[in-house]
């Protein structure tokens, strides 16, 4: 199973980007899908989760500009991200709960995508 991002780049701030996830290989079924970032310097922080029934949560510093969705139909999530700040500067990673079989479930990441704001 290999999760592949895409859709980082530099944009200027207040700008948007959407982020993509999909996911190949092996695949019964996906469960929980998430996005990371990890800042310049600092610890990998959770951004947003979505349940594979469409259940999403956000952290408190994304919430009202994030949205995280997913296509199920393409194994693929997204993070739609609006009004960017220099903040928001960091490698965002997909991480997800993939069945391989009935009785097998396993976290799966990706190598994640470098997300840049200029101050």
């Known amino acids: 199973v290999q999760l592949v991002e895409s859709g980082g780049g530099l944009v200027q701030a207040g700008g948007s980007l959407t982020l993509s996830c999909v996911a190949s290989g092996n695949i019964y079924s996906i469960n929980t899908m998430r996005w990371y970032r990890q800042p310049p310097g600092k610890q990998r922080e959770l951004v947003a989760t979505?349940?594979?029934?469409?259940?999403?949560h956000y952290e408190d510093f994304v919430k009202g500009r994030f949205t995280i969705s997913r296509d199920n139909a393409k194994n693929t999530v997204y993070l739609q991200m609006n009004s960017l700040k220099f903040e928001d500067t960091a490698v965002y990673y997909c991480?997800?709960?993939?069945?391989?079989?009935?009785?097998?479930?396993?976290?799966?990441w990706g190598q994640g995508t470098q997300v840049t704001v200029p101050s």
């Open positions: 991480d997800a709960d993939i069945q391989v079989s009935r009785s097998y479930e396993y976290d799966y």
């Open positions: 979505i349940t594979s029934g469409g259940a999403v």
